[in-house]
C-alpha cells in the first residue's frame, strides 16, 4: 500500500489516502481515527473545509509527527477542499488560509475545489441557505469558474498549494476548465466503486493527464441502491474476496489500484482502518471478475442536488 503515482506536475502522492468524512461522527473520533491511520502507515489525508473536522485532523497530525520525529510533514500529503460558498477569488483563498490554520501546516499538497458549483455564503463565511432551503447559486460564477481557477492557479504559484485540482467534475466541465486553464488540474476525485466505475469519466482523466482519485471505494457499503443489492452484498464480489484470501473491502480497493488511480478508504474502526491498508495485487482472473461485476453498471450514492438546488449529473437519482 505503499505504491505513489506522480502527478501532472511532478509531485508524488501516495496510492491510498486516508478519508476524513466523519459523518456526524462523534467529537474526538476524527481524531482518533486519523491518530491509528498515521500509525499503520497512511501517509495521505483526505480532507475538506466542509467535513468541520479540520482541525481534529491537524491535532493528530501535529501529536503523530512530535511523537515520531523521524516522520516529517513533507512525508505527509494533505488534500483539502474549497466548499461551494467560498468560490469567489478572494474566498478561495480565505478558505485556503482557514484550512491551514485549522490543520496546522503552512503549505497544503493538493488544493481542490470540492464540487463544480458556486454559492453564497454569509458574512460570517457560514453557507447562505435560501427560502426554499437549499444553497443561493451564483449562476455566473458557475457557469465560468474561470475566475475561481484563476485563484487557485495563483496558490499554486505561491508555492502554498504544491498541487490544485477538483472534485465532482463532470466531462463537460473538465473541458471547460481545459480551455481556459493556464496550470491543469492535477486531479479529478470522484465517486468510483464497483457500482459506479464510472469508466467514460475516467478514461477522459487518463487521456488528459488527470489522475482520478476514488472516493466511496468501498461502495459507500451501507448505502441501498435501487436494485435492493449493496456492494458489501454482491455474492460475485464476495466470492472474489473468499477465494484470494482477502476481505472484500481489500479486494475493492486492490482493483481501484489496478485500474490505476487513487483510493481513498475511510472507516472509524481501527481494524477496519488497518486492514484497509493491506492492499493485495488481485490475479488477473479476480480482477476480471470484479470487473464484470462493474460492467455497465452506473449505481451512484453520493449526490446532493437536493441540498445543493443544483444537479451536477442531470437524470441521475
Ligand atoms: P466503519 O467506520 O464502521 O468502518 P465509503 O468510504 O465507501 O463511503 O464507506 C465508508 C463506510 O464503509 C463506513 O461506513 C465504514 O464503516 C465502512 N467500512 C470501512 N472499511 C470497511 C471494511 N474493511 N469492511 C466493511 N466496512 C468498512
Not at 516522520?71 to 488534500?79: L, N, Y
Not at 490543520?103 to 464540487?115: A, G, K, Q, S
Not at 476480471?288 to 452506473?298: M, T
Request: with cysteine; proline share 5%.
Amino acid at each position: 500500500a505503499n505504491k505513489t503515482y506522480t502527478l501532472n506536475n511532478g509531485v508524488k502522492m501516495p496510492a491510498v489516502g486516508f478519508g476524513t468524512f466523519a459523518n456526524e461522527g462523534a467529537k474526538g473520533e476524527t481524531y482518533k481515527a486519523v491518530t491509528k491511520a498515521l500509525e499503520v502507515g497512511y501517509r495521505h489525508l483526505d480532507c475538506a473545509w466542509f467535513y468541520q473536522n479540520e482541525d481534529e485532523v491537524g491535532d493528530a497530525l501535529h501529536d503523530f509527527l512530535a511523537k515520531n520525529p523521524s516522520v516529517k510533514r513533507e512525508d505527509i500529503f494533505i488534500c483539502t477542499k474549497v466548499w461551494n460558498h467560498l468560490h469567489r477569488p478572494e474566498d478561495v483563498k480565505w478558505s485556503f488560509e482557514n484550512s491551514c490554520s485549522k490543520l496546522r501546516v503552512d503549505y497544503i499538497d493538493l488544493f481542490l475545489l470540492h464540487w463544480p458549483i458556486a454559492a453564497e455564503k454569509n458574512d460570517d463565511y457560514s453557507v447562505k441557505i435560501g427560502p426554499d432551503g437549499k444553497y443561493v447559486i451564483l449562476r455566473d460564477l458557475t457557469e465560468n469558474p474561470e475566475p475561481t481557477w484563476r485563484a487557485m492557479e495563483e496558490l499554486a504559484e505561491s508555492g502554498r498549494a504544491r498541487a490544485i485540482g477538483v472534485s465532482n467534475w463532470t466531462i463537460d466541465g473538465l473541458k471547460k476548465l481545459l480551455s481556459f486553464a493556464r496550470i491543469k488540474p492535477a486531479v479529478n476525485q470522484v465517486e468510483i466503486h464497483p457500482f459506479l466505475p464510472n469508466t467514460e469519466l475516467v478514461n477522459f482523466c487518463f487521456e488528459n493527464d488527470i489522475l482520478p482519485v476514488a472516493y466511496s471505494p468501498l461502495g459507500s457499503q451501507n448505502q441501498v441502491p435501487t436494485t435492493g443489492e449493496t456492494v458489501r452484498e454482491n455474492e460475485k464480489l464476495n466470492e472474489v474476496a473468499r477465494r484470494s484470501g482477502h476481505n472484500l473491502a481489500q479486494v475493492l480497493l486492490a482493483w481501484g489500484l489496478r485500474r490505476g488511480y487513487a483510493v481513498l478508504p475511510k472507516s472509524s474502526n481501527p481494524s477496519r482502518i488497518e486492514s484497509n491498508f493491506q492492499i493485495p495485487e488481485l490475479s488477473d482472473e479476480d480482477f476480471a471478475a470484479v470487473e464484470e461485476v462493474a460492467r455497465g453498471r452506473h449505481c451512484r450514492f453520493v449526490n446532493m442536488k437536493d441540498t445543493f438546488g443544483w444537479d451536477v449529473w442531470p437524470g441521475e437519482s
